[in-house]
């Protein structure tokens, strides 16, 4: 027979890493597919990630994922429900990195610098 409470501090032991809840965008790519998604990003942690897709996942496929701040990750899927995925990363991150500003420095290219800037008055 299992032991129920043993159960519960795995799950809860797995789950401890904290979460930063966002909204960001990525580009995700499942296993060797060339097509990209665009997802929405709602959490965010150094192991992991939940996205928004559509697209049925079987949980243990690779993909790569590639956000602001961070580059391009790998990790593969833990879970998908109801157009929601959890990712498992393959190597830890700074989530911190995912949240700093877009540049707006003499040095920024254009390209990479907010369209609006707030001044000061």
Same mark, same amino acid.
């Given at each position: 027979?299992?032991?129920?409470?043993?159960? %519960?501090?795995?799950?809860?032991?797995? !789950?401890?890493?904290? !979460?930063?809840?966002?909204?960001? =965008?990525? !580009?995700?790519?499942?296993?060797? =597919?060339? +097509?990209?998604?665009? %997802?929405? %990003?709602?959490?965010?942690?150094?192991? *992991?990630?939940?996205?928004?897709?559509?697209?049925? +996942?079987? @949980?243990?496929?690779? +993909?790569?994922?590639?956000? $602001?701040?961070?580059?391009?990750?790998?990790? =593969?899927?833990?879970?998908?429900?109801?157009?929601?995925?959890?990712?498992?990363?393959?190597?830890?991150?700074? @989530?911190? $990195?995912?949240?700093?500003? +877009? *540049?707006?420095?003499?040095?920024?290219?254009?390209?990479?610098?907010?369209?609006? %800037? !707030?001044? $000061? $008055?």
């Amino acid at each position: 027979m299992r032991d129920d409470a043993a159960a %519960v501090d795995i799950a809860t032991s797995k !789950r401890a890493r904290k !979460r930063d809840s966002l909204f960001l =965008s990525a !580009r995700l790519r499942i296993g060797s =597919s060339d +097509v990209v998604h665009e %997802v929405r %990003v709602r959490n965010l942690s150094s192991g *992991g990630l939940m996205a928004e897709l559509e697209q049925v +996942v079987e @949980p243990g496929t690779p +993909v790569a994922l590639e956000m $602001r701040g961070l580059g391009e990750m790998t990790g =593969s899927v833990a879970w998908w429900t109801e157009g929601r995925l959890g990712i498992a990363l393959d190597h830890p991150i700074d @989530p911190a $990195r995912a949240r700093k500003p +877009v *540049g707006v420095g003499k040095t920024t290219p254009a390209f990479a610098k907010p369209l609006m %800037v !707030r001044t $000061r $008055r």
